[in-house]
């Protein structure tokens, strides 16, 4: 809808009016013959000399004004309501990226992945699920870094965790630095709202901070977590002497993973498949539910411009029609001049 910001600046399009308020006698008020210069006096509605002007270009100039006090009432159209974006939360995805990452021992659709494929799949739809929270992205191996720092832009995270590559990070594995870091972005976060989820697949083997030392600075900050420890239990690995059953997931401490979750509120979760991953983070969606404080606003899109250039454009018009008027006549008068005296 259409909305004057200052509506009570429209009592000035009355000014031109009580300018010209007559006397008592019938007699208009005589306007002051201001001492202008030669280049002031052409313009439209301005006399050196105190001459009436014509009653269309009046008409034209009051045109003129209440098109200017309308721009200055500042004319607005407000648009329908929108939701402002909220966070619910502060989550921060921690995944660790380390080469044995590469282990073969996830299945989609009949066929093997590797374990960063399947949580690069259950992520997507993880995170695009996670509208009004914000969002940050910490991959880790010997070392830990910010693929992305806390954002509402979720398209984003979901392509920099797409583009995330195997051993990027180093070929060790510090839990504790990547919980680390995580406190370190989200400290600063409101209480309640600061949230890690952290995914590995085997033991702290790299870092400068241990992850029961991590786990304490987290827990000092009200900051939950939510670990998971990936890798199948069993799988079949041919060799040059035949086939064996190993255990891939020999080097997960989960005893660790369960102790860093516990002591921060959180909890641990297992995923030995592709389906018991979509699990987890589909019930971290239920235990971590997005709260949305449901503030609106209306977008609001100034339309001074178009009174006020309207009013440009006709002062404009009046100027060349003046003008030309005038350049037509020193034509005309500049002819007949030159033309010979015959007889």
Do not use: C
């Not at 995914?199 to 987290?218: M, R, S, V």
């Not at 019930?283 to 899109?301: A, C, H, M, N, W």
């Amino acid at each position: 809808m259409l909305n004057l910001a200052w509506p009570w600046v429209l009592v000035l399009v009355l000014l031109p009016l009580i300018l010209k308020w007559r006397k008592p006698g019938g007699q208009p008020v005589d306007a002051p013959v201001l001492p202008v210069g030669h280049w002031l006096s052409d313009l439209p509605g301005v006399s050196r000399r105190g001459n009436a002007v014509p009653l269309w270009q009046q008409l034209l100039l009051f045109v003129m004004w209440t098109l200017l006090v309308i721009a200055l009432a500042r004319p607005q159209h407000v648009g329908e309501q929108v939701q402002m974006p909220v966070s619910g939360r502060d989550l921060m995805l921690v995944v660790d990226i380390s080469p044995s990452m590469d282990e073969q021992d996830m299945v989609l659709q009949g066929r093997s992945i590797n374990r960063l494929q399947a949580v690069k799949r259950v992520l997507d739809d993880f995170i695009s699920r996670r509208q009004g929270d914000r969002l940050g992205l910490i991959l880790f191996g010997t070392e830990p870094y910010v693929q992305a720092p806390l954002t509402f832009d979720l398209e984003t995270v979901r392509t920099l965790m797409r583009e995330a590559g195997l051993g990027m990070a180093g070929r060790a594995t510090a839990i504790g630095d990547a919980v680390g870091l995580a406190t370190k972005r989200l400290r600063n976060r409101p209480q309640d709202q600061r949230v890690v989820v952290l995914l590995t697949d085997g033991a702290n083997t790299a870092g400068e901070i241990t992850p029961d030392k991590a786990t304490e600075i987290a827990a000092a900050a009200s900051i939950r977590l939510y670990t998971i420890g990936i890798g199948a239990e069993s799988m079949v690995q041919r060799g040059l002497l035949g086939s064996r059953r190993v255990n891939p997931s020999r080097d997960l401490d989960e005893s660790l993973l369960t102790r860093m979750a516990q002591q921060t509120g959180g909890e641990y979760f297992r995923a030995r498949s592709l389906p018991e991953l979509e699990l987890i983070y589909e019930s971290i969606d239920q235990l971590e539910p997005i709260e949305l404080e449901g503030k609106f606003y209306r977008p609001v899109t100034e339309l001074y411009v178009w009174p006020a250039g309207l009013a440009v454009l006709l002062w404009l018009t009046l100027f060349l029609v003046r003008h030309g008027r005038e350049l037509v006549a020193d034509s005309r008068r500049g002819r007949k001049e030159e033309e010979p005296n015959v007889g």
